[in-house]
């Protein structure tokens, strides 16, 4: 009996939430050029902690990402105001990616790739493969993306540096997402079942 082709269904994707992804760094960048980095970092605590809240009521949960910036958030800012020294909430990208990366790096080297525990919703149908190599690939880009926070907070204005929080690490994350865009289409389960000689 022949089998009839099976179709090449791309992955499904959420769409993008900008309320909660850029709301708050929206907030601490108005509130900057307003009225300086001290009130800045206190509206960006305020506005991560709302975005915590709308997000558990809208969607009856807050993602492992979401809880995990919003506790560093916290955490830094709190350091920032209280110590009166910016250097906390710079720095706390960079721990951020490091920390993310860590737990990235130690999915792939027990073989259950954690970065599916975040998108598994975004790419229901990407084979183990898949995720191990898309965890992988996230897992370097953040390590480069820590190396990039600490060469420019460290060079250049506050003023700049939260412009590149904006115009740079914002958009080179989603050219990244962009480019693993093919990987991802040839590791989906329904390609890789298709390609199966049939028995």
């Known amino acids: 009996m022949t089998q009839e082709p099976q179709t090449t269904k791309a992955p499904a994707q959420p769409a993008p939430n900008l309320l909660v992804d850029l709301g708050p ?4 960048l108005l509130t900057y050029w307003a009225a300086g980095v001290w009130v800045a970092t206190g509206a960006f605590m305020a506005a991560t902690l709302a975005a915590i809240i ?3 009521l809208k969607h009856g949960k807050v993602s492992v990402l979401l809880m995990f910036s919003g506790v560093m958030v916290l955490f830094f800012g709190g350091l920032t ?7 906390f909430i710079k720095m706390k990208p960079t721990l951020y990616y490091v920390m993310v990366a860590g737990i990235l790096f130690f999915g792939t080297l027990t073989k259950k790739p954690t970065l599916e525990l975040v998108m598994a919703h ?15 690939n996230f897992a370097w880009f953040f390590i480069g993306m820590a190396i990039l926070n600490e060469i420019v907070w460290r060079n250049s204005s506050t ?5 590149y929080k904006l115009w740079g690490a914002l958009p080179l994350t989603l ?5 693993n865009v093919p990987m991802i289409l040839r590791h ?11 028995s």
């Open 188 to 198: 989906s389960a329904t390609v890789e079942e298709s390609s199966k000689p049939s």
């Open 81 to 87: 105001i209280w110590l009166h020294d910016e250097t």
């Open 54 to 56: 709308w997000s558990k």
């Open 175 to 179: 050219l990244f997402g962009g480019l």
């Open 25 to 28: 760094l929206g907030v601490f």
């Open 159 to 163: 003023g700049f540096w939260l412009g």
């Open 122 to 136: 975004a790419y229901p149908e990407l084979s183990q493969r898949g995720w191990h190599l898309l965890t992988r």
